[in-house]
């Protein structure tokens, strides 16, 4: 969706706090290019029961600049979470939303924003397909 947009600088002064060094996914791998980014991240993430969406974002060590990813649901464009920056070489495992969309398969869609330190660069946006799990006892 185009009318998704950015959300400020706000949180791109912060750095997740729970983002790892390393990798989950993407490995060593060729460097990427200035102008270019390279996105790993789960397309396929579930929301359980306590909140947490396993996102898998990894900012590989080889990009040039700090992400943050963005959750929105398909249907409405609301926010559902996010992170905070995210810098290369280190990834966040899971995302805490703010919003728990009805339990089901739904589509969403995931917004990476690029910074070259605090400036704005840059984004992507993916088509995703999130899974709610249903809460127990509903």
């Known amino acids: 969706r185009d009318d998704v947009e950015s959300r400020g600088l706000g949180d791109v002064y912060k750095r997740q706090v729970n983002a ?3 990798s989950l996914k993407a490995g060593g791998g060729e460097p990427v290019e200035a102008g270019f980014y390279q996105a ?3 397309q396929a993430p579930t929301l359980a029961p306590d909140g947490s969406c396993s996102i898998e974002f990894e900012n590989p060590e080889t990009n040039h600049y700090n992400a943050r990813l963005a959750l929105y649901d398909g249907a409405t464009g609301e926010l559902l979470g ?7 070489g280190r990834y966040v495992e899971t ?13 969403a869609l995931a917004v990476i924003e690029l910074f070259e330190g605090k400036t704005p660069v840059g984004s992507l946006k ?3 397909t999130l899974t709610v799990a249903e809460k127990e006892g509903g």
């Open 40 to 42: 790993v991240f789960n």
């Open 126 to 128: 993916f088509e995703v």
């Open 95 to 107: 995302l805490r939303l703010d919003t728990a969309p009805p339990a089901g398969v739904r589509p």
């Open 82 to 88: 996010s992170t905070h920056r995210v810098d290369p």
């Open 20 to 22: 790892r060094t390393g």
